[in-house]
């Protein structure tokens, strides 16, 4: 049974920080990956996508790896400004027709 | 930009009552889904439906839920008879050819609050 992990459930850095999220999966055997971002109570807006062909996606100050062999992906965040605080979801595709996500990293970045 | 839409934005009910939460996929997707999210736990894949029929379900998804695609545009979960434990924030997702190949996206959610 696929299970996601992600670390840390919270971080707090100061503005400018770069920073790393991480996020681990138990099966290997993935289609794809993708990096969510979660604002409290509010939904779900896709950062990126990483197909399981594919080592890294960018996307402005983002970028996200992925080693499936060793299950994990990680997103990096350059620069990081207040307005990027929220939580960060990671979900895996694995060969069936559903996202399965982790727990989430909570992101404040503070001025 | 097109997004996905779902309504109400927060629904309050009573115990044993039905509730209907209504979504409006992005237009040209084929491939639609609902997940929910209970406060503080991760979020929870509950059905796919394609062609107009579900093609994947989760054990959570039982008897007492069910969906449909009424018309063109719109996508409903359906609960029967609601229970405290189904408190929660329902989420509707869709893409264009897939999970396999595209991206999900993923509606603002509906809060359900059963009392």
């Known amino acids: 049974k696929q299970e996601v992990t992600q670390i840390p459930a919270a971080l707090s850095v100061p503005e400018g920080e770069n920073l790393v999220l991480n996020c681990s999966f138990t099966d290997s055997a993935i289609y794809n990956l993708q990096w969510f971002r979660q604002d409290p109570g509010k939904g779900l807006t896709s950062l990126l996508l990483i197909q399981s062909s594919q080592r890294e996606q960018t996307s402005g100050r983002l970028n996200a790896s992925l080693d499936k062999s060793s299950g994990r992906s990680t997103l990096y965040i350059a620069a990081s400004q207040p307005g990027d605080s929220a939580t960060y979801l990671c979900?895996?595709?694995?060969?069936?027709?559903?996202?399965?996500f982790g727990t989430g990293t909570r992101l404040q970045v503070f001025p | 930009e097109p997004e996905v839409t779902q309504t109400p934005s927060h629904q309050v009910t009573q115990m044993g009552q039905e509730v209907i939460l209504r979504c409006v996929p992005i237009s040209n997707h084929l491939y639609f889904y609902w997940y929910r999210q209970i406060l503080g736990q991760k979020v929870e894949f509950l059905v796919s439906?394609?062609?107009?029929?579900?093609?994947?379900k989760s054990e959570i998804f039982d008897d007492q839920f069910s969906v449909e695609r009424p018309d063109g545009s719109n996508f409903t979960l359906k609960i029967r008879s609601t229970k405290l434990e189904d408190s929660a924030m329902y989420f509707c997702a869709s893409n264009a050819q897939g999970i396999a190949y595209n991206e999900q996206f993923f509606g603002p959610g509906t809060r359900l609050t059963v009392l």
């Open positions: 979900a895996v595709n694995a060969n069936t027709d559903k996202l399965i």
């Open positions: 439906f394609y062609n107009n029929e579900i093609s994947e």
